[in-house]
């Protein structure tokens, strides 16, 4: 019998490539704000956690870990440092291109 491969593990291994990350948060950010976030927290996993995020990114990892739940509701500055500890920007783009 074939092995499988657990899908959260497997999903963890793909998000340490920059270029996936970028992929599927925007996808997450297409969806609503709580499948951003939940998809934000597993970046954040694989990138070795909220705790290594909270301190590359200078952040409380408390608060990091309520940013970062369904109900998670951060500030712009906060997300923003968040997104570049984990080697990711913000582009706007126009709606109409």
Do not use: Q
């Not at 301190?55 to 109900?71: A, C, Q």
């Not at 998670?72 to 990711?88: D, E, Q, T, V, Y």
């Amino acid at each position: 019998m074939k092995r499988t491969r657990d899908y959260k593990e497997h999903l963890l291994e793909s998000l340490k490539d920059p270029k996936e990350r970028a992929a599927y948060l925007n996808a997450a950010l297409e969806e609503n704000s709580e499948v951003f976030f939940l998809a934000l927290k597993d970046v954040a996993d694989a990138c070795g956690g909220v705790s290594k995020l909270a301190k590359e990114s200078s952040l409380n990892r408390e608060s990091l870990y309520k940013t970062l739940s369904v109900r998670g509701n951060p500030r712009f500055a906060s997300l923003l440092a968040m997104l570049h500890a984990l080697g990711l920007e913000v582009s706007i783009y126009s709606a109409s291109a």
